[in-house]
């Protein structure tokens, strides 16, 4: 079974950089995404960016383009969320969760991520970001 672990997370000042890891284990194929979400009190489940194993084709939201980035090790066994230039807004429960890309057409991933199509969420890792 698919089984992933975000940690990372902390209390950092606006302006300040974090770097999330997610740690994956258990996928029977190649064809999968890896993608963060982040969950702030009182919202729903939100698409940040996502990563693909088999090639490392990145995807990400309008709302932290040109501030974070998505990256992976040999194998993509370990997800990386590099956070820069914070803000208030990104306080949330960061989670990786993960989708078979093949469930999209010619395997593009859609953007805006959306929440149903990802399964495997582990326990999340909060962000707090102060100003």
């Known amino acids: 079974d698919v089984q992933l672990q975000a940690s990372g997370g902390g209390l950092v000042q606006a302006g300040g950089s974090l770097t999330l890891s997610c740690a994956a284990s258990?996928?029977?194929?190649?064809?999968?995404?890896i993608g963060w979400f982040r969950q702030a009190p009182g919202k729903e489940r939100e698409g940040v960016a996502c990563?693909?194993?088999?090639?490392?084709?990145?995807y990400y939201e309008d709302s932290v383009k040109d501030r974070f980035t998505i990256s992976g090790n040999n194998g993509m066994n370990t997800v990386y969320l590099h956070m820069n230039n914070l803000k208030p807004e990104d306080t949330a429960e960061y989670y990786c969760?993960?989708?078979?890309?093949?469930?999209?057409?010619?395997?593009?991933?859609?953007?805006?991520?959306?929440?149903?199509?990802?399964?495997?969420w582990g326990p999340g890792t909060q962000v707090t970001v102060s100003s």
């Open positions: 969760g993960t989708v078979r890309t093949s469930i999209y057409l010619r395997g593009i991933v859609a953007v805006p991520l959306r929440v149903d199509d990802f399964h495997s």
């Open positions: 258990g996928f029977p194929f190649n064809d999968y995404a």
């Open positions: 990563i693909t194993r088999s090639d490392g084709t990145t």
